[in-house]
């Protein structure tokens, strides 16, 4: 097992990545300082849910962590967060070309029962160096450079790609570093778990409902899958990464484009869920196809095995 091999040879996130860029003559070590602030923000929350930090403060709290580190990385001039009404643009002197767009605290309600929460961010180059706009971040999933979360769960594990697979590290506390620990992730082609908040079913469409129907009582003689669901996106994708299996957060009819944000919680998983060998669905078409009109705009989602999605898809398509 290559991780086996790093059990004295300590392969952290940043020697990782700085690996990994060094395939580019052109790289002078941007990207790498970028993510170490990101790492950053990441050691700050999992730090302060080991403390029992309460809810109304970690939302807070993470946001202002990650705004800082991200502002005093000199490697960002735009960045959007789920927890800011407009997005935020770097004063001049401290710009890059990165744009990054997060989500810090996700599964907030979980916060005060201790259930794994996490942090979500997508990474966006910017193509011009003038002045920069929102159209820096308005642009579709499929032109992220980088894509990831981290999870504080009973262990606190960051998931990141930078377009050349999905890998895993987790934080060893006394080392205070992210280790590689799950090098190059691929979902199972097909799961036994399916995700969902079931509560929505009397609001679901037609192939949703008859998608769900099916994952209990299979027609073809399959075994049915088995419900797993947190409420927490982070906690949901990661199982399903892992596990396989087929993650939704489908739309209704109180909420006609679901719940979840395209920029930072669809557009990130998906971007993973592809680089891993699975897909993400929007219910009309590939999810890192949408071009987002707003910054926290929503979408259906529907994310994970490869054979699971199609099958979703084939009812969607058979429904228009
Ligand atoms: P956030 O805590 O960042 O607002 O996101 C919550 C999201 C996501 O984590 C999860 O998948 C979803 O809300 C759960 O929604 P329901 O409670 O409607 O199932
Ligand atoms: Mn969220
Ligand atoms: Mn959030
Ligand atoms: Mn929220």
Redesign the pocket.
Known sequence: HEADAYRTDLMTITRFVLNEQSKYPESRGDFTILLSNIVLGCKFVCSAVNKGEEQKKLDVLSNDVFVKALVSSGRTSVLVS?EDEEATFVESSKRGKYCVVF?P?????NIDCGVSIGTIFGIYTMEHSDEPTIEDVLKPGNEMVAAGYCMYGSSCMLVLSTGTGVHGFTLDPSLGEFILTHPDIKIPNKGNIYSV?EGNAQNWDGPTTKYVERCKYPKDGSPAKSLRYV????A?VHRTLLYGGIFL?PADKKSPNG??RVLY?VFPMAFLMEQAGGQAFTGKKRALDLVPKKIHERSPIFLGSYDDVEEIKALMVADV
């Open positions: 789920e989500d605290l996700d599964g907030s309600s908040n409420g927490s996106m982070v949901d957060y719940k979840l919680e």
